[in-house]
């Protein structure tokens, strides 16, 4: 009998142990870091695949900044802190629980909204990733869990080609991204290990996998106070874009995004109209009735 307990407990041990609900887990992604970039391809099925040289290693200071904080919301907002002042508004973050509604990427740049059903969101922290314009990246959902001591959320999502990516390649169409994000003693660790598929005609081949980790180690917040002088003189353009998507997609079961219509590129016209709200040449009583303009003429 002593025998069997113990080889019980030790499977109890080995195995991932779900986190108390993991709200503590997101607030330790919060904050002022240094970050650290590496991608490298891996692996290719055709034997003539001539790998890209994407390895990338390079630190940047990156403010993850909490705009919505409560048991079941976090909403967190990434801006680069560039070495010469300059800030970059980057992408956005939100983790919400028992999330039911899930945003899927279908490639082409069409989103198509799904309701899972109570079992399957229970325990679990969705996070939705979105890009700078605050357009739709992925979604994807999973628990927090305790595995071999360490806090640990992982998802598998499809995605559009990353940004380091889009403008220079199109021989394929579709991340399809494995998270893994590893809470350490530092800050965390963003593990990645993707899969390039070419989608076309309702099958998907793949073209290459990739390994990537990204570093977030904790720095002293003053490292980011431009950071958030630059956030607060800009938050009332931005806040005001983020409810014009939510407008957008609580309206809609399926969106595409072009993002260049004629001359017009979407993101040069929401950063060109988010330094006229910072000089104060838009007014609050008009910026979502001009975002919500732009958008519609670049989303379908």
Known sequence: MNKLLGIAMAAMLSAPAMAQNGKENIDKICGCFEVSFKYAETFAPEKDYKF??????????????????????????????????????????DWTYENPVQWVYKGDKVWEK?????????????QSVWEVTDAPRYQGSAPWQLVNGHMIWEN??????????????????ILNRTNRLVITDKGY?????????????????????????????????EDCAAGEKYWEEYKGFWLALEQEWEKVLNAKDQIKLTEKVGNE????????????????????SDVNAKVGAVLAKHIQ
């Open 156 to 173: 598998t999502a499809d995605a559009p080609l990353p940004r380091r990516e889009y403008t220079q390649r199109s021989d394929y169409n």
């Open 114 to 126: 799904v309701t899972l059903p109570a079992a399957d969101v229970k325990g679990k922290w969705s």
């Open 265 to 284: 590129d979407l993101m040069t016209q929401l950063f060109s109209m988010a330094d006229e709200w910072k000089e104060k040449k838009l007014t609050a």
């Open 189 to 221: 660790d963003h593990n990645q290990e993707n899969k390039k598929i070419i989608r076309a005609n309702g099958t998907d081949k793949l073209l290459v996998e990739e390994r990537g980790l990204n570093g977030y180690e904790r720095v002293d917040k």
């Open 52 to 93: 890209h040289d994407r390895e990338q290693i390079m630190g940047v200071t990156e403010l993850a900044l909490p705009l919505v904080n409560t048991d079941k919301k976090v909403v967190i907002q990434h801006l680069l802190v560039m070495g010469n002042g300059t800030i970059v508004k980057h992408w956005r973050e």
